[in-house]
T-cell receptor, first 110, second 113 residues
């Protein structure tokens, strides 16, 4: 089966660091995506991890542990514009489709 | 830049109507997807297509059908709209293969009254 879990909401302060966790249980799972979605807009791609370890991309980093079924998205030097939903997603069975978690709404406060 | 365009941003239809949601992508992507997004439930896959005239059911296909007659166009059809199909519908496309990012359209907010 396939199940992707992430916290519903998080709040952090401008300039701080926040870590958004994602756990998954799925057979044949080979990697994990992170997307950002601002309110009223379409999701946009942030990162993809296929190998274990940390991938850094500017202020955003993503980590994957396939053996633990665990990933996180790390956002540094938070800005107000980072207030958005962050969606964890992975290839579904057969690999052609992408399965999404329910998303984590991040509120950045001044 | 990849562009995925959905035909309508907002749509209001009556119960029992047949509804067509159109999606066009301009980057020659093999894969196309239809999702619906509801509060607390996230994005749920309705149907996807990995080639022209090919389609596969996603997790919630009931009440929906799709058509992909041309590579760039993927249509979602609600045969007889019902109020529980009121939702945000998102179309996406990606390159062929399995480890490729999805590009989303701007979404269609459908209200069935």
């Amino acid at each position: 089966g396939q199940n992707i879990d992430q916290p519903t909401e998080m709040t952090a302060t401008e300039g701080a660091i926040v870590q958004i966790n994602c756990t998954y249980q799925t057979s044949g799972f080979n990697g994990l995506f992170w997307y950002q979605q601002h309110a009223g807009e379409a999701p946009t791609f942030l990162s993809y991890n296929v190998l274990d370890g940390l991938e850094e991309k500017g202020r955003f980093s993503s980590f994957l542990s396939r053996s633990k079924g665990y990933s996180y998205l790390l956002l540094k030097e938070l800005q107000m514009k980072d207030s958005a939903s962050y969606l964890c997603a992975g290839p579904g069975t057969g690999g052609f489709k992408t399965i999404f978690g329910a998303g984590t709404r991040l509120f950045v406060k001044a | 830049d990849v562009k995925v365009t959905q035909s309508s941003r907002y749509l209001v239809k009556r119960t029992g109507e047949k509804v067509f949601l159109e999606c066009v992508q301009d980057m020659d992507h093999e894969n196309m997807f239809w999702y619906r997004q509801d509060p607390g439930l996230g994005l749920r896959l309705i149907y996807f297509s990995y080639d022209v005239k090919m389609k596969e059911k996603g997790d919630i296909p009931e009440g929906y059908s799709v058509s992909r007659e041309k590579k760039e166009r993927f249509s979602l059809i609600l045969e007889s709209a019902s109020t529980n199909q009121t939702s945000m519908y998102l179309c996406a496309s990606s390159l062929g293969g399995i480890f490729t990012e999805a590009f989303f359209g701007q979404g269609t907010r459908l209200t069935v009254v």
